[in-house]
């Protein structure tokens, strides 16, 4: 099926520092996410991003979070500064349309 | 509360068995996927659906939203279906809303 590419796929860095996740969205797909998810719990929406511009973001999409994708290239979530509690799996989705949402395989994100 | 309520949380089968995993919806869901998060973390697309019932193979997935549920069917289960299920609904806004997952392990 459409493959979401997630590079890296884990990333360690200290605390107040910067971080760009990356995602590689399926080609023709027009909508692009994020979710997060701490270690054994589930997925939480983060944002989600159409047409050069952020929809729709929820409570866990605090201010130091911002995403973009310039020039159609990688579709980007960065943190800055970063917190103890941004530790989590970051899993980037594209969707063509509003269905079917294909998921990458995420980026570990530690921050001691 | 949760919005998504999954059940059961966790799940092991004998190879070769059947069982159902349920999600019932406490939000206006308009259509509901499944996926299958594998040991390495990737998240696989079992089934996309509007109310009704879809087919692939061993698994089979119904969507009642008038009633607020929906229902994963595995058949005959095999070593590799263990992982987490997880259910998701769609509703206003094109966002999903994830259960908590079902831990399956099928054993041999």
């Known amino acids: 099926g459409p493959k979401v590419l997630q590079i890296p796929s884990h990333q360690i860095i200290d605390m107040g520092q910067m971080v760009t996740l990356n995602c590689d969205p399926v080609?023709?797909?027009?909508?692009f996410y994020w979710y997060k998810q701490i270690l054994g719990q589930q997925m939480e929406f983060l944002v989600n991003?159409?047409?050069?511009?952020?929809?729709?973001k929820s409570k866990l999409f605090k201010d130091q979070f911002s995403v973009e994708r310039p020039d159609g290239s990688y579709f980007t979530l960065k943190i800055q500064p970063t917190a103890l509690e941004d530790s989590a799996v970051y899993f980037c989705?594209?969707?063509?349309?509003?269905?079917?949402?294909?998921f990458g395989s995420g980026t570990r994100l530690t921050v001691l | 509360g949760d919005k998504v309520k999954q059940s059961p949380s966790a799940l092991s089968l004998q190879e070769g068995t059947n069982s159902a995993l349920r999600c019932n919806f406490s939000?206006?869901?308009?259509?509901v996927q499944w996926f299958l998060q594998n040991p390495r973390g990737s998240l696989i697309n079992l089934f996309y659906l509007v109310p009704g019932t879809k087919e692939n193979g061993r698994l089979k997935s119904a969507f009642d939203s008038k009633e607020s549920y929906s229902t994963l069917h595995i058949r005959d289960a095999q070593l590799e279906d263990s992982g987490t299920y997880f259910c998701?609904?769609?509703?206003?806004?094109?966002?999903?809303?994830f259960g908590i997952g079902t831990l399956l392990s099928v054993k041999p």
């Open positions: 989705a594209s969707s063509r349309d509003w269905e079917t949402l294909y």
């Open positions: 991003f159409y047409n050069g511009k952020v929809m729709e």
């Open positions: 080609s023709n797909h027009l909508y």
């Open positions: 998701a609904a769609g509703s206003s806004g094109n966002k999903l809303i």
């Open positions: 939000i206006a869901a308009t259509t």
